[in-house]
């Protein structure tokens, strides 16, 4: 679906175009066009490869519209794919961004994502200066954008995680297989937005210093800062991936200790009852020649003897933290 098509001449917006008056455009060394586009079916996808001499395998990727993060240059023209992770109802959900800039084009198309960038565009036609620098500086204004998007989603998954230590240290009792499968999943979702990073964060490094593709060589200082945003998020999500991994390494720890804390107590009752048990097993044996079973205070004394013998192992096990 076309969201929009636009040209601009030396950074102003001259007017919305259609897609069949593109080509005429594209003749002219002062104008480019900016097109987006959202879930385009295969028509859609055609007519921008034809308009824009798009390469097949390009295009390809497109349709497919589930690609690992990539920087791609076929034929002077830049393809990007960025993936856009979102934080909608208390999780993470994976879109797809591809852009392609040519000498005086921008087509970027935007797949199973309910947001949109007309936000971009705007704040682009707030800058004609920087708007001027050409399609390398709409490819810039677009990667910047999604590198924005991951902040939200990192501090919604610290978030998460300080809940559950709050939950985990509080003295309320807690099931520790549910905070398990908890911090698993808020994993899970962090695994997702580093696999959104990771490979962006590599190809971006391609776009500055050295040798860099024609259609961004007056926009690299712009990337240098689009990376710099990318290795905080980075390191922020490495820091809070090791925390997860120590948090579940506490969990288990703390479970251990619980169960060892019933063992003893356990024990510290059967120790109890098995002297008791014992005292009692020997004067129930009723042999023929056992004179305390003649006395006349002998069975007050046995239950004496008992409750004494319990008594002391129990302050013995109070005293050692085991009752």
Known sequence: MLINCVAYERGHRLHDVALDDIPPLLARSDVFV???LRDPDAAELELMQRTFGLHELAIEDVRNADQRPKIEEYDGVLFAVMQLVEWRD??????EVDVFTGPNFVLSVRSRSERDFLGVRARAEREP???????GYVFYALADAVVDRYLPVLDALESELESIEATMFSDEPSDPRSLIRRLYRLKQRSSDLRHAVVPLYGALGKLF???VPPTVQN???YFRDVHDHLARVL????SLRETIAIAIQVNLSMVTIEQSDVGKKLAAWAAIFALVTGLAGIWGMNFEHMPELGWLWG???ALGLMATSAGVLWWR????GWL
């Open 34 to 36: 900016w097109v987006a």
């Open 90 to 95: 208390g999780d993470t959900h994976c879109a």
């Open 129 to 135: 200066e920087r708007l001027a620098l050409g399609p």
């Open 209 to 211: 210093g050295g040798r």
């Open 219 to 221: 926009v690299e200082d």
């Open 235 to 238: 390191a922020g999500l490495e």
């Open 299 to 301: 069975y007050p004394a």
């Open 317 to 320: 096990f109070r005293r050692a």
